[in-house]
């Protein structure tokens, strides 16, 4: 029977007389799913779709709902083979059907027989390299956030599954591949996934049964020596592609004489997580925020279109996408940021002795930290170090950057925190370095990323009023939290210092105006540490770890990209008084909820259910 037919014969059996003669001979029948006109439609932009889908009985019954629970493989919903031919035709053959890169350690994957004990050796080795993940299109550095669904550390006796790795990606190059995926997430209701290199902290570019779309071909950079674009600002200017990573853009700048705001470790993607959740850096202080640099952003909005945002059109957006977080507003294929000249850097590494009395290295902390917050504030250093991380009690500050100024400069600031060191018989090495460019001294002297271990993260960001009324006490707590198998990285810097820094035209949280400190409390756990473990480990860390220092910074909140996942009151801590304006925008820009990222703005309105599946709260 013809679709019409049946339309026409099943009201005149409901007693309803059809509005619109129907010609059961001439007209067309609609695609079914056997047909590629049928899944055409998905791929459509939410305006011409929706009239389209709101008639096809097929997806009715979702589509006409606000919300509802995602759809994951194996639901009646979810794509046959030509369905996904389809899309993948449609993003010029760029459809990857990932599997997990830890399979070859385990002997099957969903009934293939998977084990291959070379390839698995040198998958091992892989696992803790961070840029083998970078180019790979679903694996997180940090593992623990794939479920260990499929580890290569794991037994091969465990079968590997897909757990929280996307089902398909698109390995996305231009903006059309961008809104062909967007589309046919939202039309067909599947997780959306946005991956640019998978360095987040918490693993918010996974997700299970999820389209993964990844940026990480957007390697397009174009230079203006003067921005004539909306904004008020005419000097220097870069726009960046999606898929730029920090170290690289760094190298690239150095080449032009020019540098700009980027993240402290190389592999972090300039333009996804880390510039849309605020992002500080080495040179925060003398500039800021990354994303008060930012004069423009380009994205592909949930409703399939492409636009810019900048301070003449979807300012909303622009103010947004400007520290509210990514995964939420749309996919950025490009921002428009400041570029400045080089410059001359020099920097200081100081490394405690480990063997040393214990109570003296904690003592030689609580100075390091009191001297150096001064430095912060009033000389704009970045100090960067990590505590417990080369062994016990090891505490390596590399480096205390001073971005502008010589190497005597540095020495000059620096001495009387070396003559306090000494007075309490510290035992340390300290050497100042200075380079004629700022990309040198980075290469040079910044700790190397690593990848593959299970670490547990949170932080808190301390203002300058904290740390001067509390710095022994905060110490303290440090000192106890250590005891306990937590290991540290510090950022010292004051991105609200320099000139229009934490701009009020931003939705960076407030706080950060005021920021002196920003430390991350890591907890190694074992790779096959189970649920009891892991529920031990967040208790123990909300209650005992941050709790307390929680009560040493009263008013402070945290960062959206190193935070800790599990913070129920993440709403106010990472967002402060920008979240009811963040979360209005929300509603009017993804009322369905295309994107989605745990702790996003939005994701209040999602749960997770069996298979961790996203249902409407
Ligand atoms: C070792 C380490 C060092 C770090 N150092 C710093 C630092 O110095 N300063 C700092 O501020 N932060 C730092 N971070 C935190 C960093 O900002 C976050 O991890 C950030 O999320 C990384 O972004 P990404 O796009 O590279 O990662 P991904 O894991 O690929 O993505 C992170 C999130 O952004 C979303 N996303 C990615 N691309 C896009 C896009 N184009 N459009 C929309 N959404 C997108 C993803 O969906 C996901 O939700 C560090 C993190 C680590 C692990």
């Not at 003067?226 to 000097?235: A, Q, R």
């Not at 009033?378 to 417990?388: A, C, D, Q, R, V």
């Not at 096959?528 to 709790?547: K, P, Q, R, S, V």
């Amino acid at each position: 029977m013809r679709y019409s037919t049946f339309i026409a014969l099943a009201m005149a059996m409901a007693g309803l007389s059809a509005a619109i003669p129907v010609d059961p001979i001439t007209e067309p029948a609609p695609p079914t799913e056997q047909d590629e006109d049928y899944w055409k439609q998905f791929l459509l932009p939410e305006a011409e779709a929706t009239p389209i889908l709101n008639e096809t009985h097929v997806t009715k019954r979702f589509f006409n709902l606000p919300k509802t629970c995602k759809t994951m493989p194996g639901d009646l919903f979810w794509p046959g083979t030509l369905g996904w031919k389809v899309l993948d035709l449609a993003v010029g053959g760029r459809l990857i059907k990932p599997k997990p890169a830890g399979r070859v350690c385990h002997n099957s994957f969903y009934g293939e027989s998977t084990y291959n004990a070379a390839a698995c050796g040198q998958m091992q080795g892989n696992w803790y390299d961070p840029d083998w993940h970078f180019t790979d299109p679903i694996e997180p550095i940090w593992p623990a956030w794939a479920n260990f669904s499929c580890s290569p550390l794991d037994s091969r006796e465990n079968p590997c599954t897909y757990g929280k790795y996307s089902r398909y990606v698109v390995d996305a190059k231009s903006v059309s591949d961008v809104q062909k995926a967007v589309n046919w997430a939202r039309n067909l209701n599947i997780r959306l996934v946005v991956r640019n290199t998978g360095h987040d902290f918490m693993g918010k570019s996974m997700g299970a049964g999820s389209l993964g779309l990844w940026t990480h071909n957007f390697k397009d950079l174009v230079f203006y020596d003067k921005w004539t674009g909306p904004g008020g600002y005419n000097g220097q200017a870069m726009k960046v592609g999606a898929g730029w990573q920090t170290a690289d853009l760094y190298r690239t700048l150095k080449a032009k004489g020019k540098v700009f705001v980027g993240g402290e470790c190389a592999g972090v993607g300039f333009s996804g997580g880390y510039i849309q959740g605020g992002g500080h850096g080495p040179l925060s202080p003398l500039f800021g925020m990354a994303t008060d640099q930012v004069l423009e952003f380009e994205l592909v909005k949930a409703d399939g279109t492409f636009v810019k945002a900048n301070a003449n059109v979807n300012k909303d957006l622009f103010w947004a996408l400007r520290g509210g977080g990514a995964a939420t507003w749309g996919v950025v294929t490009s921002v428009t940021v400041k570029t400045f000249n080089d410059m001359t850097t020099s920097a200081n590494v100081v490394i405690f002795d480990t063997t040393q009395n214990e109570d003296t290295i904690w003592k030689g902390i609580e100075i390091f930290h009191a001297e150096t917050y001064k430095l912060a504030d009033e000389h704009k250093f970045y100090i960067y170090y990590e505590l417990g991380f080369a062994g016990p009690n090891s505490f390596r500050v590399k480096p205390i950057l001073a971005p502008g100024k010589t190497a005597a400069q540095v020495d000059a600031l620096l001495q009387p925190l070396f003559t306090k060191l000494n007075a309490i018989g510290l035992v340390y090495t300290q050497q100042t370095y200075t380079y004629t460019n700022f990309y040198d001294c980075y290469i040079d002297l910044f700790e190397g990323e690593g990848s593959g271990v299970t670490m547990y993260t949170s932080a808190r960001l301390f203002k300058f009023e904290h740390v001067y009324q509390n710095n022994t006490e905060i110490i303290q707590q440090f000192r106890n939290a250590y005891n306990q198998g937590h290991i540290f990285v510090g950022h010292i810097l004051a991105p609200g210092h320099a000139p229009g820094g934490v701009g009020a035209d931003t939705s960076v949280n407030p706080i950060f105006r005021d920021m002196a400190m920003l430390p991350l409390f890591n907890m190694l756990l074992p790779d096959n540490a189970g649920d009891a473990e892991w529920a031990a480990a967040i208790e123990h860390t909300l209650n005992d770890i941050d709790a307390p220092f929680q009560a040493l910074s009263p008013g402070a909140g945290t960062y959206l990209n190193e935070m800790n996942i599990f913070d129920p009151d993440w709403q106010q801590n990472v967002y402060g008084v920008n979240w009811n304006r963040l979360a209005a925008i929300k509603e009017q820009v993804d009322p369905r909820g295309v994107f989605y990222a745990e702790t996003a703005v939005g994701s209040q309105n999602w749960k997770k259910v069996a298979g961790d599946r996203l249902c409407p709260v």
